[in-house]
């Protein structure tokens, strides 16, 4: 045998070995909690910019105030099946950004977040708006220079 013949059968087993890894039948199954989906939905909301944060249940508010660990599933509703995700996210958006252009954001960035993380496919992510979060201290501070300035006059 020539070198290159041998050079060839290498390269082919190697490839073989690759096939029979990728065919190679599963050992287990692979259970992802709805919580785990929650989280990454979650985050990859709170991540863009012009999302103030996320919307909660009076009670689980309440809880934190009073000094509960905060829920990473706050503001979000996760409906899962073997294969697929459905999404709700409840949200409060910052004063003067363009809503359809956010919500948009959010949905690519979460539909991306958990498929590339879980291996589910993503069918809906729904958003809804629950409030407006106003800046209140840039008025303030507006409010105090002029203060200063109809002063000096």
Not at 66 to 84: F, H, I
Not at 90 to 117: C, D, F, T
Request: with cysteine; proline share 2%; net charge negative.
């Amino acid at each position: 045998m020539s070198e290159e013949e041998i050079v060839e059968q290498t390269i082919e087993a190697e490839e073989d070995e690759v096939t029979v890894g990728q065919d190679a039948e599963r050992i287990g199954n692979i259970k992802i909690s709805i919580d785990v989906v929650s989280t990454i939905a979650g985050a990859a909301t709170v991540s863009c910019d012009g999302v103030y944060g996320m919307a909660g249940s009076l009670a689980g508010d309440i809880a934190e105030r009073l000094g509960a660990k905060k829920n990473p599933n706050k503001g979000v509703k996760v409906d899962m099946n073997e294969t697929t995700a459905s999404v709700d996210l409840y949200i409060i958006v910052k004063y003067g950004v363009r809503i359809p252009e956010l919500a948009w954001e959010v949905q690519e960035s979460v539909k991306n977040n958990i498929e590339s993380m879980t291996g589910l496919k993503v069918d809906k992510v729904n958003i809804h708006i629950e409030g407006v979060n106003f800046d209140e201290e840039a008025p303030k501070e507006e409010s105090e220079a002029d203060s200063a300035q109809n002063a000096e006059e």
